[in-house]
């Protein structure tokens, strides 16, 4: 059974004569889970002394246990190649959380369960049933939201979901998170966003979003914590997967992660 997305038309395309509705998707995790019944091998694998994740514990233990590394890049393996991403230090409870997971072994591996050109390539929360399991075990939980002006959903932002049902904070989803592949955003355009938000951009930002390419309706509604900073490539490719009704790729697109510690990190 595929995960349920929430779509929305939050975007307009600026043309000649009246603006034209765009009814583009906004990234969101899957129904709550039910219970799910643990495979002793799985119990196993991930078997540590930390506490199993809670909305009431998350911000403190990911916010102890980030301050205890030091990477912050982390590789994307699929089956087009290698994607790296780099996780921002001053966005602590996101990357912590991503850093955690991977170092857990919930990406390893995981899949891109939503493609959608021009927009997003999306995954983690797969329904598959070692996912639900570690879920389970890991701990089922959200993170608190920390937007910041200078994190925008441009080309290469990585970001986590969330759901919007019930949730007014905009908290994130724990595991599901997305890859912007976007298209570009001319000025009148972004001007109607910027209106209806509420919001300024900077003329750098603008020029991103004008020249590169993104989501900029999703900013101030998802954390952006992080970057790809090698294989954007590789994400067009995944984007361009052939799909179903649902944006579901017709084919398993796997990924395996790992934190790579031979180099320093990147900031913008």
């Not at 990406?107 to 995954?123: I, L, S």
Request: charged share 30%.
């Amino acid at each position: 059974m595929k995960e349920v997305w929430l779509w929305g038309a939050l975007a307009l395309v600026w043309g000649c004569g009246s603006p034209e509705p765009v009814k583009e998707d906004v990234p969101a995790p899957q129904a709550p889970e039910k219970a799910v019944e643990v495979d002793e091998r799985i119990r196993r694998l991930v078997a540590s002394d930390f506490p199993t994740l809670t909305d009431d514990n998350a911000v403190a233990f990911l916010t102890e246990w980030g301050q205890t590394q030091t990477e912050n890049r982390i590789a994307l393996d699929t089956k087009h190649g290698r994607i790296v991403v780099e996780v921002f230090e001053d966005v602590p409870v996101h990357r912590a959380n991503f850093l955690y997971k991977v170092y857990r072994r919930y990406f390893d591996p995981a899949e891109f369960t939503r493609v959608v050109p021009d927009f997003v390539v999306q995954g983690g929360n797969s329904e598959e049933e070692r996912p639900q399991q570690l879920r389970f075990l890991i701990g089922q939980h959200t993170l608190p939201a920390e937007f910041q002006d200078d994190k925008i959903h441009v080309r290469g932002a990585l970001a986590m979901s969330r759901s919007y049902i019930e949730n007014p904070d905009k908290r994130s989803s724990g595991y599901d998170f997305y890859i912007v592949t976007g298209r570009t955003i001319g000025p009148q355009e972004l001007g109607r966003i910027q209106q209806d938000k509420g919001r300024r951009y900077t003329e750098a930002q603008a020029r991103k979003y004008a020249t590169q390419g993104g989501a900029p309706h999703l900013d101030g509604e998802h954390t952006v914590f992080g970057r790809v900073v090698e294989g954007m490539d590789v994400v067009d490719r995944l984007a361009a997967t052939p799909r179903d009704g649902s944006d579901w790729p017709v084919e398993r697109l796997e990924v395996r992660m790992n934190v790579l510690s031979e180099a320093p990190a990147l900031h913008p």
